[in-house]
């Protein structure tokens, strides 16, 4: 009897010690997962993309901004959080062979205009002041939603600027300028709002490390296709479009991040290697001083990518065929935010539902939330 | 709070039911229908239509269930009080001479116009801000829209739905001729289908083969209309239509032979199970006794015969709610063939088109002419044009005229008479045709352009050119575009007429005739209304030589600094000479003793 109890015993404590190992690791993956949730601090990302030159010959800026479009919307982030400014209209300009089709690469590979493309500013409204009204957010009232970067104090964001541009200037359609002096500020006015988390500032020009010498603003890393004094170089013309398709850099990253995917590890240092001088011909510089975190820890898909937090929970709430009983809930949960006020566009869709299971037989709802809804509900103050 | 703020329910559309279900949510049905034209100069014109109908009164009903109505617009009648909403969106331009009438045009670029409820206070304000919010949903330029490119037309834009009162203050009208259109305006197009370009007809829309045409029109018209035949109730209708026109020789490689597949790249496989009615129409007017001409392949089940835009028409009709048309083992694909080459007859030409054109030379001052063609053979009608010229082209009224067949033709300056409101909505009021109408609304530098809206009596069979001379004006510095040596556009002329038809009409129920034929309610059966569009204008303005404040700058210096400066220095500088030291210290002692002595140094 004794035995058998002991037995028992050392068979549990033994069995206890067998899955003791299972445990921890169990436990030290949830803690490994739980560490990269916290990693960054950001909740959402966004994306300003802009493309400042106009006229047929310089189709290869505007294939530069839509190939980083794309690939940041294959990554992730909707429409809703990205803002493309597009200076001339390439894809049905007349002199395109192939209307509708913005190429990036010799014998029409790869169409980076696509079948979904939203352009926020078009033509004539890419301006150096609606660029920096976009960023500082001093837009006028009657601005549609889609043309406003809503982000908040936990929003990574990409800007990606091309175009040409000179010692300390890029050139915005041919008539006016902005100058690195006027960008830093703007900077530096994002982070007195709280505008943004980290931002990352990307920039295809002439002598484009000029651009990004003046900030001094925190949280800030900035990326160049070529040194002061150095000229960016276009990558290859196409006989049928008649001209040149992409610029080198912008080529060589868009190659770079056509691997990346929402669950890489990839980091920053692998994108300060890219395109080395044998490759563009210029020397790519960049800038991490502002930044507080070291590039080896910072994914690109905290800046490409968009982050979808999710926070499980174990309530749930029973639907009720009678409707006053849950709007009244829906109201009393959403406090001051009236039911018709919030927006159900569809763009919103993506951002906001990773999955609803909806179990019509229990009449009971268990929803995933993302915290990304939180910043829904930030938005409306804007 | 914060839990509380964490969980909360999202509600989605849902479409079962098990919605909120308190009370009936008003019904709504979508048709669908696509119409394939040959043209007359071989060719090929495709008109898609959506139409959804919403049984609810939007200004009264507090909605917030969204079904096949899309929320984005429903949202938009109520807040700005709207009564009519019409946008399109046009690459290219409707060669009428050649291709005959079309059932819908719109001009080059964006084209929008809106009536307003009479409960709104200020309809400036309200327009700006409905362009504002266009302009983010169609991922287009409205915002550009503002009082230099807006008139208040009085006669050519009636309303095309229900209307209590026609009170033209409540009317705004622009065009922005400069817009491009591309696939970010087809994209939230597209989006704003029930089915989305995933069932049905709207999965033929693709952005490459519907860009590779010589013409290409969306448009979204919303209005108010009878949900019955007695009208005791008001529906809201949305129609989205999209026209292209494919070129034979660029997308058929020169043969006339045509296909869903060559054209579109995709074929038909489903319905959209949303869609009440899901048709595709051929046209096989002219061929349709002969069988020896063309082929259409697969064979319709079905045939309709109408009288269409004032003519005897016959469609094939493929029903693809059919399962003998379209089902799971097989997709529709219909393709015409010809046979042998059709005779060489002249095509038809239509009973009204026109043209539009400046003449003159130099950047001081022109002449814009408009050529209004009336090909009928024995009837004359008349035609309400509208046009609208931006500021900076200073018209001279005085040298407006109008000439017919060799002679002038004054439109009568009597002003209108208030009618009576009509009891279904008329395009050309009846009791101006017999009078004239003329109303001019001059521009105001930088605050609104030109308006000229006038009736002309077309004689039969006759050509009248309507001429007008203007002056350039010289723009300020800022207001020129950043490629000003490209020109400026001035937006197309409108022409509203009741042609008469070839063929009476017989007045059809609205809901039961096919979209192509409800587009315009039609009150007298003799004739049909037409809007028709001429070609945007391009007109050179005296341009500035941009980089010429930056050249007088450094000129202007170079001179100063060389002329001025030297004189400057030459005037104001003192000159010492000064000897130049040498010797060493023998020469100084030498020197010391010459000193002593007073005798000059060394």
């Known amino acids: 009897m004794v035995d058998t109890c002991f037995l028992s015993q050392g068979l549990t404590t033994l069995a206890g010690l067998l899955l003791l190992p299972f445990g921890s690791l169990a436990a030290s993956q949830i803690e490994d997962q739980a560490e990269q949730f916290f990693r960054s601090g950001h909740t959402n990302n966004w994306a300003v993309l802009v493309c400042t030159s106009r006229f047929w010959f310089n189709y290869r800026h505007v294939a530069n901004t839509l190939s980083v479009y794309r690939s940041v919307k294959r990554l992730g982030i909707p429409d809703s959080h990205i803002v493309l400014m597009l200076a001339d209209d390439m894809a049905c300009n007349p002199r395109n062979p192939k209307p509708a089709t913005v190429y990036s690469h010799k014998n029409m590979e790869l169409n980076v205009y696509g079948d979904d493309v939203e352009v926020d500013y078009r033509s004539y409204e890419v301006t150096v002041e609606n660029f920096l009204r976009v960023l500082t957010g001093r837009i006028p009232s009657s601005t549609p939603r889609s043309k406003r970067l809503l982000s908040d104090d936990r929003s990574n964001i990409l800007i990606y600027m091309t175009g040409h541009g000179g010692n300390g200037f890029l050139k915005f359609q041919d008539s006016e300028e902005i100058t690195n002096i006027e960008l830093a500020d703007a900077f530096e006015q994002m982070w007195q709002k709280r505008r943004y988390n980290e931002l990352l500032f990307i920039i295809d020009t002439c002598q484009g490390a000029s651009m990004y010498e003046r900030f001094y603003s925190p949280n800030i890393m900035a990326l160049a296709s070529s040194q002061v004094g150095e000229d960016s170089l276009s990558h290859q013309p196409d006989p049928a479009v008649g001209v040149h398709l992409m610029d080198r850099y912008t080529f060589y990253v868009l190659e770079f991040l056509e691997e990346i995917n929402p669950a890489s590890q990839t980091n920053m240092n692998d994108l300060f290697q890219v395109c080395p001088k044998s490759l563009c011909v210029s020397t790519p510089g960049h800038r991490t001083d502002l930044f507080q975190r070291d590039p080896k820890n910072v994914l690109i898909t905290d800046f490409f990518g968009s982050v979808r937090k999710v926070e499980i929970t174990t309530e749930t709430l029973s639907l009720q065929p009678d409707s006053g009983v849950i709007e009244s809930r829906i109201i009393t949960i959403l406090g001051n935010h009236q039911l018709e006020d919030i927006c159900f566009c569809k763009s919103y869709k993506s951002l906001f539902l990773s999955q609803v299971s909806l179990d019509y037989s229990r009449s009971s709802v268990s929803i995933q939330i993302l915290d990304s809804a939180r910043l829904f509900l930030k938005k409306k103050k804007y | ?602």
């Open chain 2, 1 to 602: 709070m914060a839990a509380a703020v964490r969980i909360f329910l999202l509600v989605l559309l849902l479409l079962g039911p098990g919605g909120w279900g308190q009370a009936e949510p008003p019904r709504d049905s979508l048709r669908e229908e696509l119409v394939i034209t040959p043209l007359p100069s071989g060719d090929v014109a495709a008109t898609f239509q959506f139409r959804t109908r919403w049984d609810s009164e939007l200004q009264r009903e507090w909605v917030s269930h969204y079904r096949l109505f899309p929320k984005a617009l429903g949202q938009l009648i109520s807040k700005y009080s709207l009564r009519e909403l019409h946008l399109s969106l046009t690459q290219g331009f409707w060669r009428t001479r050649y291709w005959g009438t079309p059932f819908l045009q719109a001009p080059s670029g964006a084209e929008l116009w809106a009536w307003f409820q009479e409960t709104v206070t200020d309809v400036d304000e309200s327009w700006k801000e409905l362009s504002n919010v266009l302009s983010g949903i169609f991922c287009a330029s409205l915002n550009f829209i503002d009082s230099t490119n807006t008139v208040t037309p009085t006669a050519s834009f009636k309303p095309l739905g229900l209307a209590n009162g026609t009170d033209h203050s409540f009317l705004r009208y622009a065009v922005l001729p400069r817009e491009v259109v591309c696939t970010e305006n087809l994209t939230p197009w597209k989006k704003l289908l029930p089915c989305s370009s995933k069932a049905g007809l709207s999965v033929l829309l693709k952005a490459d083969r519907l860009f590779h045409t010589s013409y290409h029109s969306q448009a979204v018209h919303i209005r108010p209309v009878c949900r019955n035949a007695r009208c005791t109730s008001v529906s809201w209708e949305l129609r989205q239509t999209l026209s292209v026109v494919f070129d034979a020789f660029v997308t058929g490689q020169g043969k006339k032979d045509w296909s869903l597949f060559r054209m579109f790249s995709r074929t038909l496989t489903e319905p959209c199970p949303l869609a009440l009615e899901s048709r595709v129409y051929v046209d096989i007017t002219s061929y349709g006794q002969d069988n020896e001409t063309l082929e259409v392949y697969p064979p319709p089940l079905t045939t309709y015969q109408d009288v269409i835009l004032g003519t005897r028409k016959t469609y094939a009709v493929y029903d693809l709610l059919d399962a003998a048309v379209v089902s799971n083992s097989r997709s529709l694909n219909i393709q015409l063939k010809w046979k042998r080459p059709p005779e060489n007859e002249a095509p038809p030409v239509p009973f009204l088109y026109a043209q539009r054109y400046v003449s003159g030379y130099g950047l001081q001052s022109g002449e814009l002419s408009t050529l209004l063609y009336n090909t009928h053979p024995y009837r004359a009608f008349p035609v309400l044009l509208l046009d609208s010229v931006p500021w900076y082209l200073r018209l001279y009224v005085h040298t407006l005229t109008i000439t017919s067949k060799g002679k002038e033709n004054k439109p009568s300056e009597r002003s209108p008479q208030p009618a009576p409101p009509p009891p279904l909505p008329l395009h050309v009021p009846q009791h101006l045709s017999s009078q004239g109408y003329i109303h001019y609304q001059p521009a105001q530098d930088r605050m609104q352009p030109h308006l000229l809206e006038m009736l002309i009596q077309l004689p039969a069979n006759s050509i009248t050119k309507v001429s007008i001379q203007f002056e350039r004006a010289l723009l300020k510095w800022t207001e020129y575009t950043p490629d000003p040596n490209h020109g400026f556009y001035v937006s197309p002329s409108v022409l509203s007429a009741l042609v008469p038809s070839v063929v009476a009409a017989k007045p059809g129920d609205w809901e039961e005739s096919p979209l192509f034929n409800s587009l315009f309610p039609v009150s007298d059966s003799s004739s049909y209304f037409v809007r028709l569009y001429t070609e945007p204008l391009l007109v050179s303005l005296p341009t500035p030589d941009f980089s010429m404040p930056y050249n007088v700058v450094c000129l202007t210096c170079t001179v100063v600094a060389v002329c001025y400066g030297s004189f400057y220095n030459l005037l104001t500088r003192t000159f010492q000479i000064e000897e130049p030291r040498k010797g060493g210290l023998a020469k100084r002692l030498a020197n010391l003793v010459r000193r002593a002595r007073g005798v000059p140094p060394l």
